[in-house]
């Protein structure tokens, strides 16, 4: 199944298109454009090879200030000017060091994404965000600036663990459970008994995904409104993620970090937790996460007042209120504001233990 749709931006319309043996047409040019690449992608592809081409380790560490100084000064040595073009082929990592450079760059250069694994093909490869840790702050640099266009090659996916298809389908239900229409009940009938998708059907997957995620970008292109729905589990996965030492991945983090949101919220007066779609989403994410090597052991190595701290620290909240996504009593998310105090830390520390407790190794 192959898939084309426009995102509408206000800096820019772009294009993106699921598609498959894109990589075997001559889709990819990259004798004519300055080729960033994931290092493990390239060993795994070296047909990826290129000229001008910039190869960077994709970890936790490479997404800063200084990989990004490093792109620009890689881009200006091997002669790109402000015409020039850059593609980006890696997961979410490489789309944020590649969109905050192609952005300043000579004030701007165009680019095309490639991403490489399924996260980036469901989730992040669209909205046109970079986030770039600064020091011990995560995500706390960045802006707004889309790609020319986005081509995604569902074969990338032949090569990814078996944690990183997990790690993409939690971002994926967590889009389509965000949509109050049908996009949530379609996403759970395209999947199979243990949560994961079959190969037939994972272009469906990234595509519906994808076009769910449109409708909050495009009513909310920065992050003032109702796409802020999309960082339900973020707020707990970035701490689950900077609190395990990065052991657990982003995707696999915002899953747990869902699944804490949702204990937590059953802690409050206005929980829908009750909901029977709730129930749903919270079958879906036990079973589809318990098919996580070692989860269970990197989540009892974490400290819970580590935790705690990592959480305090996330950019979202404000001075007095912590701010976090749950259900509402229609079983719908909603942004809600908690006083910073002893109760809430009671009730943090026993969600994390319940959670743990599903995941816990015998």
């Given at each position: 199944m192959s898939a084309s749709f426009e995102i509408h931006s206000s800096s820019k319309n772009y294009q993106v298109e699921v598609l498959t043996n894109l990589l075997k047409e001559k889709r990819y040019r990259p004798d004519q454009s300055f080729v960033l690449v994931d290092q493990l992608v390239l060993d795994l592809y070296p047909y990826l090879n290129?000229?001008?081409?910039?190869?960077?380790?994709?970890?936790?560490?490479?997404?800063?200030?200084?990989?990004?100084?490093?792109?620009?000064?890689?881009?200006?040595?091997k002669g790109a000017n402000r015409n020039s073009h850059l593609i980006a082929v890696g997961g979410g990592i490489i789309q944020d060091i590649a969109t905050f450079s192609a952005s300043v760059f000579m004030r701007g250069i165009s680019w095309t994404y490639y991403p490489t694994t399924?996260?980036?093909?469901?989730?992040?490869?669209?909205?046109?965000?970079?986030?770039?840790?600064?020091?011990k702050y995560k995500n706390i640099a960045g802006n707004f600036y889309p790609p020319e266009n986005i081509l995604i090659e569902t074969d990338f996916c032949n090569t990814l663990a078996h944690a990183e298809m997990i790690a993409g389908l939690s971002e994926a239900v967590k889009i389509c459970f965000a949509n109050q229409g049908a996009a949530f009940h379609e996403y759970l009938r395209l999947t199979e008994t243990d949560g994961l998708v079959t190969k037939e059907k994972l272009s469906q997957v990234i595509s519906l995904s994808l076009l769910t995620k449109k409708n909050f970008i495009e009513e909310d292109e920065f992050d003032q409104g109702i796409r802020l729905l999309l960082n339900f589990g973020h707020t707990f996965g970035h701490a689950i993620e900077?609190?395990?030492h990065f052991s657990i991945t982003h995707g696999v983090a915002v899953g747990v970090g869902m699944?804490?949101?949702?204990?937590?919220?059953?802690?409050?007066?206005s929980s829908g937790c009750s909901h029977p779609r709730v129930q749903m989403l919270s079958h879906y994410l036990s079973v589809l996460l318990r098919g996580v090597p070692s989860l269970g052991k990197h989540l009892s190595a974490?400290?819970?007042?580590?935790?705690?701290?990592?959480?305090?620290?996330?950019?979202?909240?404000?001075?007095?209120?912590?701010?976090?996504?749950?259900?509402?009593?229609?079983?719908?998310?909603e942004r809600i504001y908690i006083n910073k105090d002893d109760d809430f830390e009671k009730i943090?520390?026993?969600?994390?233990?319940?959670?743990?407790?599903?995941?816990?190794?015998?």
């Open positions: 290129a000229q001008n081409l910039i190869a960077i380790t994709s970890v936790e560490e490479s997404k800063s200030l200084e990989t990004v100084a490093f792109v620009i000064e890689q881009l200006r040595a399924l996260l980036a093909m469901v989730d992040s490869c669209v909205g046109g965000k970079s986030s770039i840790n600064v020091g900077a609190a395990g699944q804490m949101a949702l204990h937590i919220s059953t802690q409050l007066e974490i400290s819970g007042q580590l935790l705690f701290d990592k959480f305090q620290s996330d950019k979202k909240h404000t001075t007095d209120k912590y701010v976090i996504i749950v259900p509402d009593r229609n079983g719908y998310l943090f520390f026993n969600s994390f233990e319940k959670i743990k407790g599903l995941y816990e190794v015998q």
